[in-house]
């Protein structure tokens, strides 16, 4: 092979990878695929009402275009990571595909506290304070690995699709299983925190606005 095809090759193959950039989020998809294969051998199944540690840093693509400090959008999706690892390690991932349900994202509230400075190290705790029939409700804490002042706290709605969750958390949560009054197994859950409850509040009243400015322009 001469000289001229070889950097014509390499000219292509650049260019390949600058399309790929453009047209998808090549990162996302690398540290997804990362983050599940590392997940997978190198870490420890957990309980499904456990907690899990997941690490992060600002780096120079995540800082804000004004002070040097993460961007809001970068916590939204780093929260996209710890999740997964939080839903491969305790097997619901693995569970509700072979179920043939879908996980999806059905709200997410989140309170900044204190700026993640760009080269600080986090870490995220992801945890299932509270379920119902079609989804998990999970707590996020962003926490500074320097002093451990928790930076942002999220909230999120999981909702997961063609699946019961509660018969799901049964199976996973048996110990905590209890006859009730006409005979069959219920699962005790956890009081529903008051945080949860207003982000369903805020869910309804949102659906409730919507379908009625749906309905004013159906009648126009």
Known sequence: MDLENTYLIIICILICWVVQYLILD?????????????????????HILNETHYYGICWTTDIDIWVFHMNNAKYLRELDFAKTDFLVRTKIFQHVRKKNGMLLIGSTNIRYRRFIKIFQIFKITTRIVYWDKNSLYFEHRFISVKDNFVCA?????????????????????????????????????????PEIR?????DELSSSQLRSEANSLDTV
């Open 26 to 46: 090549i990162h996302w998809f690398f540290r997804a695929f990362v983050c599940v294969v590392h997940t997978v051998l190198c870490k420890k199944k957990i």
């Open 153 to 193: 706290i999220a909230y999120a709605k999981q909702r997961i699709t063609n699946f019961d969750v509660e018969d799901m958390m049964k199976q996973f949560v048996g110990k905590n299983v209890v006859l009730s009054e006409n005979g069959n197994s219920v699962l005790e859950k956890p009081p529903i925190p």
């Open 198 to 202: 207003k982000l369903m509040e805020m």
